[in-house]
Structure formats: C-alpha cells, structure tokens
C-alpha cells in the first residue's frame, strides 16, 4: 500500500510560480510510475503530467513548456514545478501512482488527497 500527500498549494498571481511536493510512503516508490492530476470546478480530473520510473516525462499541451515534473526515489518525492501560471490553471492538483501506468482509463491505483492552487489575474 502506498501513502501520497501533497503540499505546496496556495494563492498566487498570474505569471507567478509555485512547486508542488508529493510524499511518497508504503509500496516500491523507485518501480512506480507517478503524475500529477488536476480537477477545476465543474471539469473532469486531467492529467497534467507523468513520470515514468525510468524517468520519461509526458506533459498535457496545455502545461508544456510550463510546468516540470521531476522525481527524486531516494527520498521518494515527486515535484511539480509550475512556472508562468495562469488563471486557467486554477485547481485542486493530485499527485497519483501505479506500478504500470497513470495514463490508462482506469487511472492510478494511489492518490492524494489533493492540493488547491488558485491563480488570480
């Protein structure tokens, strides 16, 4: 069983930065496959970006070039690093895991319990 929390969230101003953290506990954080996921208010929950555990990277179109996902298994932390942040970035992102994938329909097996971050213009 894995344990995902996040922090970082807060209030910033358009253009702004802000890094996410995701703490990992329980499970083989090195074999996992890990994102982050976002849901606004009234939308579906979106997959903003993923990293493999061979450390391949996926961003959605809408945060490449933006947002950088990285990882670090010795410490079993996954970041999201968010830069020129806009309003329509405004949500309650969720850092997520699974051994295989969390991209498939199914989703990740493990989520947090989500942080807001809110983008004012």
């Known amino acids: 069983q894995v344990q995902l929390a996040e922090s970082g969230g807060g209030l910033v101003q358009a253009g702004g930065s802000l890094r996410l953290s995701c703490a990992a506990s329980g499970g083989t954080f090195s074999s996992y496959h890990m994102g982050w996921f976002r849901q606004a208010p009234g939308k579906d929950r979106e997959l903003v970006a993923a990293v493999s555990w061979d450390r391949n990277t996926y961003y959605s179109a809408s945060v490449e070039g933006r947002f950088t996902i990285s990882r670090e298994n010795a410490k079993k932390m996954v970041y999201l690093q968010m830069n020129s942040l806009k309003p329509v970035d405004t949500a309650v992102y969720y850092c997520?895991?699974?051994?295989?994938?969390?991209?498939?329909?199914?989703?990740?097996?493990?989520w947090g319990q989500g942080t807001q971050v809110t983008v004012s213009s």
């Open positions: 997520a895991g699974d051994p295989s994938s969390v991209g498939t329909t199914s989703g990740p097996r493990y």
